[in-house]
């Protein structure tokens, strides 16, 4: 079965460190996905998790452990451009989305 | 950058009618993708395809139907809308090189409201 579970929404403010986490339980889990999305626009892609560990990528980084079914997105320096929704995906033969956290950013 | 193109960005239509979404890809991506999305529910898929004139189910097709004539195109129709397939849809594509590895890339979505 499919089940991905992360927060509904988050408030952090400018210039602070949040990370948002996702639990899953994905038969044929091949990786985890994170994305980006501003109020009315497409996701963007933000990280891909195969291996257990931890993948940089510049302010952003993410965190996959297979064994627990746990990941997290770490953002720093948050900027108040960073105010969207972060969705996790579990990648099976297609992605198996969760509901998305919604970040607030305030000054 | 690869450019996933989806017909229209706003779309009303009538209780009963058949609604066709167009998306095109121009990176000649094999994986096509159909999600809608709802406030509350998150994506979900519909249908997606691996290749042309192939399709596979996703976790919510009923009512809906897929076309893959073209490797650039894919097309998601609804047989006879009704108003609880009022929604954003989302179309998506991915390369094959690396299977399940490769991120997806999102058009901007079509925003259908059925009346």
């Known amino acids: 079965g499919q089940n991905i579970d992360q927060p509904t929404e988050m408030t952090a403010t400018e210039g602070a460190i949040v990370q948002i986490n996702c639990t899953y339980q994905?038969?044929?889990?091949?990786?985890l996905f994170w994305y980006q999305q501003h109020a009315g626009e497409a996701p963007t892609f933000l990280s891909y998790?195969?291996?257990?560990g931890l993948e940089e990528k510049g302010r952003f980084s993410s965190f996959l452990s297979r064994s627990k079914g746990y990941s997290y997105l770490l953002l720093k320096e948050l900027q108040m451009k960073d105010s969207a929704s972060y969705l996790c995906a579990a990648s099976r033969y297609a992605l198996n989305f969760g509901k998305g956290t919604s970040l607030l950013v305030t000054p | 950058d690869v450019k996933v193109t989806q017909s229209s960005r706003y779309l009303v239509k009538r209780t009963g009618e058949k609604v066709f979404l167009e998306c095109v890809q121009d990176m000649d991506h094999e994986n096509m993708f159909w999600y809608r999305q709802d406030p509350g529910l998150g994506l979900r898929l519909i249908y997606f395809?691996?290749?042309?004139?192939?399709?596979e189910k996703g976790d919510i097709p009923e009512g809906y139907s897929v076309s893959r004539e073209k490797k650039e195109r894919f097309s998601l129709i609804l047989e006879s809308a009704s108003t609880n397939q009022t929604s954003m849809y989302l179309c998506?594509?991915?390369?094959?090189?690396?299977?399940?590895?490769?991120?997806?890339?999102f058009g901007d979505g079509t925003r259908l409201s059925i009346l």
């Open positions: 998790n195969v291996l257990d």
């Open positions: 998506a594509s991915s390369t094959r090189q690396g299977a399940l590895r490769q991120p997806q890339h």
């Open positions: 395809s691996y290749d042309v004139k192939m399709k």
């Open positions: 994905t038969s044929g889990f091949n990786g």
